[in-house]
């Protein structure tokens, strides 16, 4: 996540700001969307597997943070703890997916 987005939706679960956290979340989590559409592999099984492995993480720490967010007795120790779990999640996905396009365009030099 950028760090910029990092910190505002620290921030605002730090304030106890509700709504400005599940916005940033949601634009976050847009982004995501799109990154993974984009680098999603489509004739690997075994990459696209793995790639659908690492998108279930990323959705699983997102949904804890988001459930953690809507508890109204969620410390916010906690929820940070969440948002740092998120971000762990997301670095890794986003570090497998730029193996993913470096190996596509890889393959692709070797099929010229």
Known sequence: MEKNDYLKLEKAIRDGECLE??????????????????????????????S???QRLVYEKAVSLYEGMQAESSERDGLIKCLEDFNQTLEEYYAFSG????QNTEEEKDKL
């Open 21 to 50: 956290s599940l916005s940033v979340l949601r634009m976050v989590l847009d982004r995501v969307v799109n990154d993974i559409s984009a680098s999603c592999p489509r004739d690997d099984l075994e990459l696209l597997s793995k």
């Open 52 to 54: 659908i492995q690492h």
């Open 99 to 102: 193996k993913l396009k470096n």
